[in-house]
């Protein structure tokens, strides 16, 4: 059986390769990296190389859904009806054939996936994991809007498993058989190595005692207090203590122009990070970032971690806010440690910090 992944962010390439180390799926594995994040790009030569994918394939997909989505709605269902034609272009420039496949692996079934499978409607879809997005949205529910284009919407019908790391953690039931993945073993050297090899890491980056990890809040347009709530991060702590890792989507760098947190731009995926500085003394912190969810979930690491959900005011996501809170509650109840802090007010977020930040002065 030959098999394909698609994917569209670093996250889902970390999952992928951990997939194939542990000979998920068996057979030839080939993989299709997307321009949804730019940086995917840069890993195409040691993809081919690592020795884990047969072919390794480039996709302007993001392009493609942009060039549908803006196609007035009265003509979107013969865009899609036309889809040979308009996948032509791109599957001739990335010289990828679907039909050599019996199994597309892929976390998204965005517009694109749609016109692949009404194209190949023989090829078998398997769902990965996408963060803890894939436990709390029912996409299949958010997309019946656009049923009036016929069969827009039978690829679900056409998911076979969704492959994921914590299915005890689902908030929505999406009805598919659900298949627990592995974790990823931070510990043994060669796995490390073989991650390291892939994203070009540079082993000596480390972070100091606080980290900030920023959400792309700014980028989708959702207004609460995170700056707010950085900021009093940045007093309690101090400048120097205080690393903001900023989000790639978010175009203004809000914290580094009110000055409250050093700043380092740092291309790799911040799991892989976490990888090669586990046993660091670091406490690190977010409002939800899948990034820090992870740590546990991937790979079981008791990392000191502080979420802000209880604190923040105002929306985190765009649709299924009460989902993923609900989502948040499941898993700091499964993961809780002394190392697991939740905060549920500024007052409290002050003294956890000061707690802190005297263990180390200590």
């Known amino acids: 059986m030959k098999s394909i992944f698609q994917i569209n962010t670093v996250y889902q390439l970390m999952i992928s390769i951990n997939m194939c180390l542990h000979h998920i799926p068996d057979g030839d594995v080939d993989i299709i990296v997307t321009d949804h ?5 840069e890993y195409i030569d040691t993809l081919r190389n690592c020795g884990m994918f047969q072919k390794v394939f480039y996709v302007e997909s993001l392009s493609f859904n942009n060039r549908f989505w803006q196609v007035d709605n009265c003509y979107k269902a013969d865009f899609f009806y036309d889809s040979k034609r308009e996948l032509s272009k791109t599957l001739t420039k990335a010289q990828v054939d679907y039909s050599e496949y019996q199994v597309l692996y892929v976390a998204n079934l965005d517009a694109y996936s749609k016109f692949i499978h009404r194209e ?4 078998a879809i398997n769902l990965i994991e996408d963060g803890a997005s894939v436990c709390t949205n ?27 790391y914590t299915p005890d ?13 592995p974790e990823i073993n931070a510990e043994n050297p060669a796995v490390l190595d073989l991650y ?14 606080f980290v900030f990890l920023e959400e792309p809040f700014e980028a989708d347009n959702l207004k609460n207090n995170d700056l707010e709530l950085m900021g009093i991060i940045s007093e309690e702590v101090g400048y120097e203590n205080f690393f903001i890792k900023t ?17 380092k731009e740092t291309p790799w995926p911040f799991e892989l990070i976490l990888m090669n500085n586990i046993h660091s003394e670091s406490t690190y912190i977010t409002v939800t970032s899948g990034a820090l969810i992870s740590t546990r979930v991937l790979f079981h690491q008791d990392v000191k971690t502080m979420f802000l959900y209880k604190i923040i005011n105002g929306p985190t996501h765009k649709i299924a806010c009460k ?3 609900d989502y948040m509650d499941k898993f700091c109840s499964k993961y809780a440690s002394k190392n697991l802090l939740i905060p549920r007010s500024n007052n409290e977020l002050r003294a956890m910090l000061n707690i802190l930040k005297g263990n180390r002065d200590g």
């Open 37 to 41: 994040t730019p940086v995917l790009q």
């Open 120 to 123: 190949y409607p023989g090829l």
């Open 138 to 164: 029912d996409w299949r529910a958010v997309t019946l809007k656009w049923n009036y284009i016929k069969d827009f919407n039978k690829v679900y019908d056409s998911v076979e498993k969704l492959y994921l």
């Open 169 to 181: 953690l689902m908030c929505v039931s999406l009805g598919y058989p659900m298949v627990k993945l």
């Open 196 to 209: 390291n090899y892939v994203f070009k890491y540079d082993n000596y980056f480390s972070y100091p005692q």
């Open 247 to 263: 989000h790639p989507r978010n175009i203004k760098n809000r914290s580094k122009i009110l000055g409250i947190g050093k700043q």
């Open 323 to 325: 989902e993923f809170s």
